[in-house]
């Protein structure tokens, strides 16, 4: 793979660190965006399903789970 390639392998980030894709990390922040503000139309998360995702990524990268545990 040429640099900058996002290297993936079961959907976990395997570059130099671990974690989600810019991508799914950009989901969980809508997510947290939907939760937050009840009244944005479309598809709603459940608060168990942004918890179960946050952990998921913490366990992966705790650095790119900090924002979303505060």
Partial sequence: ???GKCQT????VVNQTLGLSRQ???RLRAMAHQLLNPI???ARASRAQFEGKV???SMLNAEQ???FTT
């Fill in 24 to 26: 799914e990390r950009r």
């Fill in 55 to 57: 952990a998921y990524l």
């Fill in 65 to 67: 789970a900090a924002p």
């Fill in 1 to 3: 793979m040429g640099q």
């Fill in 40 to 42: 944005t139309d479309g």
């Fill in 9 to 12: 392998v079961t959907g976990v």
